[in-house]
């Protein structure tokens, strides 16, 4: 039987396990977190309560890290204690390399870094995850499954994990400010903000099925919108003034900078 382990259950914590809930076959899970609150309804969704971090680490062969950065060290340290070397550690702390987690574990520690985003709590998640170095593509397979139970997941390269954080990590926060500016027009011009959020982010959804199911490019896309002489053009003209794409590249190159800084990297 494997055994997984959660330490930390804070929203994406329990996101993946509800998510994972009778889909790994013969799998345990335990979960442990500081806050023992949190704890009392996973029971519902298939998890046992342990007793402390070191009882996860000596017990399991996976464990999920689902915790503040503030609480990272202490948390390494103790997996340390547990000197389960053969552990595989799956990190959805951003910006934390498996470098960082050696470091502070075991020199050849089995680290399966993921870059997951909050709509994962809704089980339409995208994440990014990398296969490090003694990983064995069976213990891969088997955290990407772990992963996947709460949307789509996507293989990138160990030393573009922080850079994939600004698209897919923190890019919900940019699409819900970007949203709030057509919900502000609405209610200037005296339309229901809550009809208009409604149809923003309808418009979000069928427009993410025509990226991903159309087969267009992204600019075939755009010109199929913008009619000679009309409406979008007017619009669009507008964004390109205000340099939304250059915009959008500044804050994505802020986001990846402040990764490094978190992961005491430079950049």
Do not use: H
């Not at 013969?26 to 998890?47: H, M």
């Not at 709509?119 to 995850?129: I, Q, Y």
């Not at 087969?215 to 390109?240: F, R, W």
């Amino acid at each position: 039987m494997t055994k997984l382990g959660f330490i930390g259950v804070g929203n994406m914590g329990s996101a993946i396990i509800k998510g994972i809930n009778g889909k790994l076959g013969n799998t345990a899970v335990f979960a442990y977190d500081a806050d023992p609150a949190k704890l009392a309804d996973l029971r519902l969704f298939g998890a046992t309560a342990a007793a402390s971090v070191l009882d996860i680490a000596k017990r399991c062969s996976y464990v999920l890290i689902a915790v503040k950065p503030q609480q990272l060290d202490d948390v390494l340290a103790k997996i340390k204690e547990a000197d389960n070397e053969e552990l595989v550690i799956i990190s959805i702390c951003a910006g934390i390399s498996a470098e960082y987690i050696r470091e502070r574990t075991f020199p050849k520690a089995k680290v399966v870094p993921v870059m997951p985003n909050t709509p994962m709590m809704l089980g339409a998640g995208a994440s990014a995850l990398a296969q490090c170095e003694g990983v064995s593509d069976a213990e891969f397979a088997f955290a990407r499954k772990v992963i996947s139970s709460c949307g789509i997941t996507e293989i990138v390269p160990e030393n573009k994990m922080k850079e994939v954080i600004a698209i897919n990590g923190s890019s919900p926060a940019f699409i819900y400010l970007y949203a709030k500016g057509f919900v502000q027009y609405a209610e200037k011009v005296g339309i229901d903000k809550d009809a208009a959020l409604r149809l923003f982010a309808q418009s979000l959804i069928g427009s993410a099925k025509m990226l991903t199911e159309s087969g267009m490019t992204v600019d075939e896309l755009i010109k199929q919108v913008s009619s000679p002489g009309g409406t979008t053009l007017a619009g669009l003209e507008k964004l390109y003034e205000g340099k939304l794409l250059d915009t959008a590249i500044s804050a994505c190159e802020a986001c990846t900078k402040r990764a490094y800084e978190l992961g005491g990297e430079k950049k």
